[in-house]
């Protein structure tokens, strides 16, 4: 059902200028103090779209990016705050809309996308600001942290520094594959936000299909192999080399995914509780040694489906539900 836009009252209006301080509060922090804030950028924007429509989220959005420069001192965060209501603007009309979960997480994924490379183009010409170095940057500091737990956990330090060393190189070749995975990753993490908000504000929101059912169409599997194979058959160079890198990483995210999705099958159908459930899953998912056996085991599964067979095989736990539900219809 969709939901009818109010009209934009004194009320609205208040409504508006106070999302629009919030995000302006969310950049900065997020600038300065701690980067992650960012994530959860786009859910006052999507909010204030949800429950007053398109015209009153846009001027948010514009309001909360000259706040955001002003407060922060610097016009690049007023882009930080245009890139995140791209999302929030896309999320909180196709819920308005009454359209699917899947399809407004999908659709807000792919304008996120779309957003983030402009900002990425406008920070190198406007401001001379190159966004992969910065991300190289930020990756090498992040590695010493994690190399240092490594190192201590007993992994040789040569071991480390060679893998560092690969990442390193890698990621210039992978910053469009990163922005689109970034982009699905926001998109999720804000949909789950604004449930949490509007049903606290008495608006129930659909959810998406149970994770268990989350499946990658067959076809992308058979993709999965091709690339892999002009990967390490065919001496790319220059943008194809990035083409097929980044094709590569995206859908080994995805049947990493599928992994861990039945991974929460196998374990629900042993009656795990879901905290330990979560935590398990967490672990496998941080772990380096565990993310090509789930990435082995989603694409199995593509082919095998194990979900069907343990379901057709015996009485799955609670919380599980069909093994052909898709994360994005």
Request: glycine fraction near 10%; hydrophobic fraction near 55%.
């Amino acid at each position: 059902m969709s939901n009818s836009r109010q009209p934009m009252g004194p009320r609205a209006l208040v409504e508006g200028a106070f999302l629009a301080a919030i995000a302006a509060l969310l950049a900065v922090s997020s600038y300065y103090l701690i980067p992650y804030i960012s994530l959860f950028l786009p859910t006052p924007i999507a909010i204030l779209v949800y429950r007053r429509g398109m015209t009153a989220g846009g001027l948010a959005a514009l309001v909360a990016a000259v706040l955001a420069a002003i407060l922060g001192g610097n016009p690049v965060i007023s882009i930080l705050v245009i890139s995140a209501g791209g999302i929030g603007l896309a999320l909180g009309e196709l819920l308005r809309q009454g359209r699917s979960s899947s399809t407004a997480v999908v659709v807000a994924s792919a304008v996120g996308t779309v957003m983030s490379g402009l900002v990425a183009l406008a920070t190198l010409y406007l401001f001379g600001v190159n966004p992969v170095t910065n991300t190289v940057q930020m990756f090498q500091e992040s590695w010493k942290a994690a190399a240092s737990l490594y190192e201590r956990a007993g992994v040789p330090k040569e071991q480390l520094q060679a893998v560092g060393s690969f990442l390193a190189h890698w990621i210039p070749l992978l910053f469009p594959a990163g922005l689109v995975a970034a982009a699905a990753v926001s998109a999720l993490a804000n949909f789950w936000l604004v449930r949490v908000v509007m049903r606290r504000l008495g608006n129930s929101l659909p959810g998406l299909p149970p994770f268990a059912t989350w499946r990658i169409p067959a076809a992308a599997a058979w993709i999965w192999v091709a690339v892999a194979a002009a990967g390490m058959f065919v001496r790319w160079g220059g943008a194809a080399l990035a083409a097929v890198a980044s094709a590569s990483y995206l859908l080994s995210l995805a049947f990493l995914m599928q992994g861990l999705a039945v991974s929460w099958q196998f374990l629900a159908r042993y009656e795990v509780p879901p905290w330990l459930r979560v935590a398990l899953l967490l672990f496998l998912a941080t772990a380096p040694f565990s993310l090509l056996i789930l990435l082995g085991l989603g694409l199995m599964d593509t082919w095998l489906d194990f979900r069907s067979r343990w379901r057709n095989g015996s009485k799955p736990g609670p919380g599980t539900g069909s093994s052909r539900g898709t994360g994005a219809r």
